[in-house]
């Protein structure tokens, strides 16, 4: 399978494709550039703290917050997730946003 095209930076108006030598990605920018919400730190660590630090689909160590319904931004929406959950369950999003197309 050919390679994806280069994707511009997401930055408004550099010409740039990603990774972009003028826009390095930070901590606080989500997969593909996205920002994360105000205060996402703080979120991050609180729902890691309420889940005790356990993967809520498969119970190992979570590492990372998952919204269950994109683009709301309340604690019921999130839960934690080791990464190979949260992968496979972004990839099978995106998998099933493809077929729609």
Do not use: F
Request: glycine share 6%; with cysteine; proline share 11%.
């Amino acid at each position: 399978m050919p390679d994806r095209a280069p994707a511009a930076c997401p930055r408004p108006g550099c010409p740039h494709t990603t990774p972009c030598p003028q826009h390095p990605r930070t901590w606080a920018e989500g997969a593909h550039g996205r920002t994360m919400p105000p205060g996402w730190h703080t979120t991050r660590r609180r729902i890691l703290n309420r889940d005790g630090y356990r993967c809520q689909q498969c119970g190992a160590t979570a590492t990372e917050v998952d919204h269950l319904v994109r683009g709301i931004e309340a604690d019921w929406n999130y839960r934690s997730l080791c990464a190979p959950c949260h992968r496979a369950k972004t990839q099978a999003e995106a998998a099933a946003a493809r077929s729609l197309a």
